[in-house]
């Protein structure tokens, strides 16, 4: 009978609900990979990984939206120039890569005006995220959950070394 009971808990442990930062964790990490068709795109072409024009565009859209909606937009910024450099990070390593191993080069070259408007919806998704978790984020406790999050969702969206070094590069901003 005890046996039983053991495995009734470990059981509901198992299927235990979302914490309240793994969404938030989940749109940085698909934002993350999106990195991987935008450094397709670049590859081979004299567009570099930097584009400070775009990256400036970026940040100003989205604390415009969080003044909007009642978001600090500084704390927006900076969890925005996180997400930018964790992409670029992704990029970075993905060239690398290709350079290395000219057999696993991208054949197809993405466009970019395709790639942007899953990046803008991202985005989106990602201060909605902001918002809904202001009381997590400010309590104490963000750290630890933030990084039970970065776990469950990396092992859920099976992140290779790359994608995980970008997405830890993703979050540093979000606890305040």
């Not at 902001?130 to 969206?157: K, N, Y």
């Amino acid at each position: 009978m005890l046996g039983s009971s053991l495995l009734v808990v470990a059981a509901l442990a198992g299927a235990a609900a979302p914490q309240p930062l793994e969404p938030l964790v989940q749109v940085a990490a698909e934002r993350v990979a999106t990195a991987d068709q935008v450094a397709a795109a670049k590859w081979g072409t004299d567009q570099p990984i930097d584009d400070p024009a775009r990256e400036q565009q970026v940040l100003d859209t989205m604390a415009a939206k969080a003044t909007a909606m009642g978001v600090d937009p500084e704390l927006t910024r900076r969890v925005f120039r996180d997400q930018i450099e964790a992409n670029k990070v992704v990029q970075r390593g993905l060239h690398q890569y290709w350079a290395a191993h000219p057999d696993e080069q991208p054949t197809e070259r993405p466009d970019l005006g395709e790639v942007r408007p899953v990046i803008d919806r991202l985005n989106d998704e990602l201060l909605v995220e902001i918002r809904d978790t202001a009381d997590v984020r400010a309590h104490p406790s963000c750290e630890g959950e933030l990084t039970g999050a970065f776990f469950r969702i990396g092992q859920e969206m099976r992140l290779d070394p790359l994608h995980q070094a970008g997405v830890g590069r993703a979050l540093p901003s979000v606890c305040d």
